[in-house]
């Protein structure tokens, strides 16, 4: 059977915030005719940051997230601003702000889809290398973060034993990982 893409019938929007917009979407099936409802969520794109300083750590961060409702250890990341029409700007500016580290060098590993069955945004991942601490965090007022640093050696184990269990910072990993071999 060849997959087909589904007619789009309209959609209606249900609320909209600051950083998201949630809609119910009506779609026609191509295989049945049959008229469906999704619910999508339209967010600016992401991005996350896998950095590596000169002497071979990886920074992480440690922060409270409300979904899980327990403190994440992830790398730094977040929305792309509206004014920011280069991924790798963006990027470089939640490093900065999240950790203040500043790369040497950074470059995009990988673009992906966080959840394509119901969100329309990508999330852009990039490896941030010779990070230097220049500086101290820029937080938003609804962030609370902790930069640590790990030897990057240590990093398979901290996702091995469920330490860093955030979907796209382990896409972002595995993005890294793939480059690598």
């Known amino acids: 059977m060849t997959i087909r893409r589904w007619d789009e019938l309209g959609d209606e929007t249900l609320v909209q915030y600051k950083v998201f917009h949630v809609r119910k979407s009506r ?17 600016p ?53 999240e950790t203040g580290f500043e790369a040497r060098t950074i470059e995009c590993i990988g673009v992906m889809n966080p959840n394509p069955a119901m969100m329309t945004n ?13 500086g101290d965090l820029q937080m938003d007022p609804g962030e609370d973060i902790e930069v640590v640093t790990f030897p990057l050696a240590e990093l398979d184990g901290l996702v091995a034993r469920g330490e860093i269990d955030h979907a796209i910072v382990l896409a972002t990993i595995a993005f890294w990982r793939a480059r690598r071999t």
């Not at 992401?46 to 750590?57: A, C, F, M, S, Y």
């Not at 990508?122 to 220049?134: E, P, V, Y």
Request: include cysteine; glycine fraction near 8%.
């Open 27 to 43: 779609r026609r099936s191509p295989r049945t005719g049959t008229e469906i409802g999704f619910f999508l969520m339209d967010t």
């Open 45 to 97: 794109d992401w991005v996350n940051v896998l950095p590596i300083t000169e002497d071979g750590h990886v920074v992480l961060v440690r922060q409270y997230r409300h979904g899980s409702r327990r403190v994440s250890l992830e790398i730094p990341g977040g929305l792309i601003d509206a004014h920011e029409t280069d991924p790798a700007v963006a990027a470089a500016r939640e490093l900065r702000e």
């Open 122 to 134: 990508r999330c852009h991942a990039f490896l941030a290398t010779g990070c230097r601490r220049i």
